[in-house]
């Protein structure tokens, strides 16, 4: 019941609010000094979101690790992840281990990933070095001009070099703005579907950088100029690979020149856009790439930082509704979804474990299928 709750998420108070007991029978339960009824398990069973089999195994079951280090947007600590966050880990672990039973079910061996990085290697070779590999030049970025065609474009190159690609379903944005899990062979990337499209780009790259030096954790993507501790220097330094991989020094320079932006020292919002719109990524992205090259002042940065937060928040769009196959394929992800059908097509797996993977029925399947067919022809064109 312990191994439960604290890995759902959950401290004594929260739990014990939300089950409608006192704190005290909660630690009782957790303790043996207290027996509960078979009711009372079903509603723990339920909030923790656990099967009720589980609480009767001998001992908690190995294989989830909930992450090491829980920040919130703010780049705040916290010392326990909270519920909605420890069940979208759980959940990636669990897909992460079924892509590999599936991958091997089909003979398949996932790729090694191809970059391995030290916080002691200037961020600029590693950023030069993940770019290489994932394959996409500068004419193709500045191609994508849709900002969801950008986002999948290096989803798509992401989960080429051997990377699992999810989206949270229900986070707030205030919990997270993404996480990794550094385990090989398939690492994992998820990134909060609430975030902008353009700021989920940074977010993939500022994990996959994650992925590189071999370090998981929850995104933060403030610099912090104080940066001493182990996981403040690792989030500094995936910034800055971030940051590199998508706005290249060197095309830096060039933009600048082809934007007739060299003179400019204010970077007001709307020129920040020019910059943006051309590597297609947010506006904090491009004031990012200004920072590290120099071009705008690093202790102004947060507090643009806090306004374009303010602003996005302001004026998001709000967007008629997705279709659920759509928001399904976004959580599950692309290599995984290509997996389970592929697996699924093989006669390795039944229609029932194929609709389980994915979390839709059978005709949302074919939904799913037809969609990633369009992509590989549009990509092939």
């Given at each position: 019941m ?13 739990a014990?609010?939300r089950?409608?007991v ?24 339920t ?13 908690p079951p ?6 090491r ?10 010392t326990?992840e909270?519920p ?7 959940r990636a672990?669990?897909?992460?281990e ?7 079910s ?6 090694p990933?191809?970059v391995?990085?030290a916080?002691s ?26 900002q969801y065609?950008a ?5 798509r190159?992401v989960?080429r070099?051997?990377v699992?690609?999810?989206q ?32 989920r780009?940074f ?7 994650h ?9 933060d ?6 940066a ?13 690979v971030?940051?590199?991989?998508l706005?290249p020094r ?14 400019e020292?204010?970077?007001a ?7 943006a719109?051309?590597?297609a990524?947010?506006?904090?992205a491009?004031?990012r ?5 120099g ?14 937060v ?16 759509r928001?399904a394929l976004?959580?599950?992800?692309r290599?995984?979804?290509r ?12 229609s029932?474990?194929l ?12 939904q ?8 590989d ?5």
């Amino acid at each position: 019941m312990h191994w439960a709750r604290t890995t759902a998420g959950f401290d004594v108070a929260t739990a014990a609010k939300r089950l409608k007991v006192g704190a005290a029978a909660i630690e009782a339960w957790e303790t043996g000094n207290k027996p509960l009824s078979l009711a009372q398990l079903r509603k723990m069973a339920t909030l923790y979101k656990r099967p009720l089999a589980v609480f009767y195994l001998p001992e908690p079951p190995q294989g989830f690790t909930p992450l090491r280090d829980f920040r919130t947007v703010e780049g705040k600590r916290r010392t326990l992840e909270t519920p909605r966050l420890a069940l979208e880990t759980r959940r990636a672990q669990q897909r992460r281990e079924a892509a590999l039973e599936l991958a091997a079910s089909l003979g398949e061996e996932p790729p090694p990933f191809p970059v391995t990085a030290a916080l002691s290697q200037d961020p600029l070779a590693v950023a030069d070095a993940l770019r290489a590999a994932l394959g996409v030049s500068l004419a193709e970025q500045f191609a994508w001009t849709d900002q969801y065609v950008a986002l999948n474009g290096w989803k798509r190159a992401v989960e080429r070099v051997g990377v699992l690609v999810f989206q949270t379903e229900n986070l707030p944005m205030g919990e997270a703005r993404g996480f990794s899990l550094a385990h090989f062979p398939l690492p994992v990337v998820a990134l909060n579907s609430k975030e902008s499209p353009r700021g989920r780009i940074f977010t993939l790259m500022h994990e996959l950088a994650h992925v590189a030096v071999r370090s998981s954790g929850v995104c933060d993507l403030h610099d912090n100029a104080a940066a001493t501790g182990e996981t403040d220097r690792v989030e500094v330094y995936c910034n800055r690979v971030a940051g590199a991989l998508l706005v290249p020094r060197d095309s830096l320079a060039e933009s600048l020149v082809a934007l007739d932006l060299t003179a400019e020292r204010e970077w007001a919002d709307a020129t920040l856009r020019l910059l943006a719109d051309r590597y297609a990524i947010s506006t904090d992205a491009a004031l990012r790439a200004l920072v590290q090259a120099g071009r705008y002042p690093a202790a102004l940065y947060s507090t643009r930082h806090a306004a374009f937060v303010k602003a996005w928040e302001r004026d998001k769009p709000k967007g008629g509704p997705v279709p659920y196959f759509r928001r399904a394929l976004g959580w599950a992800g692309r290599r995984f979804a290509r997996l389970a059908l592929g697996a699924y097509d093989e006669q390795r797996i039944s229609s029932a474990d194929l609709t389980e993977y994915l979390r839709v029925k059978m005709p949302q399947v074919e939904q799913i299928r037809t969609a990633l067919r369009k992509e590989d022809l549009a990509e092939s064109a």
